[in-house]
């Protein structure tokens, strides 16, 4: 029983096309993560999201919004979508905002614009 | 402000050689500090954490960091590297939100 799932787990499609990734945690905590790692490796922050609402917005393109419609779910819908937006995108979620607790990360979801 | 800095890209070692992965970090504040390990095609994986307390922290598969205020590093050690512990490890530092290095990526030579 997986804690953090990501799906789809790849996505390969065409520049301007619209996605979205869906993420799910069993782990019963209240606060989610998007984040983005580029083929460097460099992992980034995205948004963060805490019983629902919005907490950290880094910059991010506005084509990026993040959707959670219960605090077990965090969805990512990417509008019009560009080749910059190539990456491996990862779910994470922590019990809460305390600043020791451990993030516990989804599997990834590797982005591939055509 | 918090940030961390990982020195080294990437790190070699034989199989049985001591591992040391390099993190200083920066925070004005008294930070929370965490090594991840993420193997290929997989997510992040917490190997260990800094909160308060000892400051000679021990993780999974053998891993240890020492948090070390006069020096603001929190480096990585094993004192025998095998084969499966290959992968990209990440030093984080957290207060308000998590911050990330740039990671280092170990490889263990046979």
């Known amino acids: 029983d997986t804690a953090v799932s990501q799906t789809p787990k790849y996505l390969v499609t065409q520049m301007g096309n619209d996605k979205s990734i869906k993420c799910e945690q069993n782990?019963?905590?209240?606060?989610m993560y998007w984040y983005k790692q580029d083929s460097k490796k460099f992992l980034k922050i995205m948004f963060s999201?805490?019983?629902?609402?919005?907490?950290i917005n880094e910059t991010v393109p506005n084509r990026f919004s993040p959707k959670s419609p219960d605090k077990a779910h965090l969805n990512l819908h990417i509008n019009s979508l560009e080749l910059g937006d190539s990456a491996v995108y990862f779910c994470?979620?922590?019990?809460?905002?305390?600043?020791?607790?451990?993030?516990?990360f989804g599997d990834g979801t590797r982005l591939s614009i055509l | 402000a918090q940030s961390v800095t990982q020195l080294g890209s990437h790190v070699s070692v034989s199989e049985g050689a001591l591992v040391l992965l390099r993190c200083n970090y920066s925070?004005?504040?008294?930070?929370?500090l965490f090594w991840y390990v993420q193997y290929p095609n997989q997510g992040l994986q917490l190997l260990l954490k800094?909160?308060?307390?000892?400051?000679l922290v021990k993780g999974i598969n053998g891993f240890e960091a020492e948090f070390k205020k006069s020096e603001t590093s929190f480096h990585l050690t094993k004192p025998s590297a095998h084969m499966s512990d290959a992968a990209e490890y990440f030093c984080?530092?957290?207060?308000?939100?998590?911050?990330f290095g740039a990671g280092t990526r170990l490889t263990v030579k046979p």
């Open positions: 994470a979620s922590s019990p809460g905002i305390p600043a020791g607790a451990p993030q516990h």
């Open positions: 782990l019963g905590h209240d606060t």
């Open positions: 999201y805490n019983n629902k609402e919005l907490i």
């Open positions: 925070s004005s504040v008294p930070p929370y």
């Open positions: 800094y909160t308060t307390g000892a400051t």
């Open positions: 984080a530092v957290s207060r308000n939100d998590m911050r």
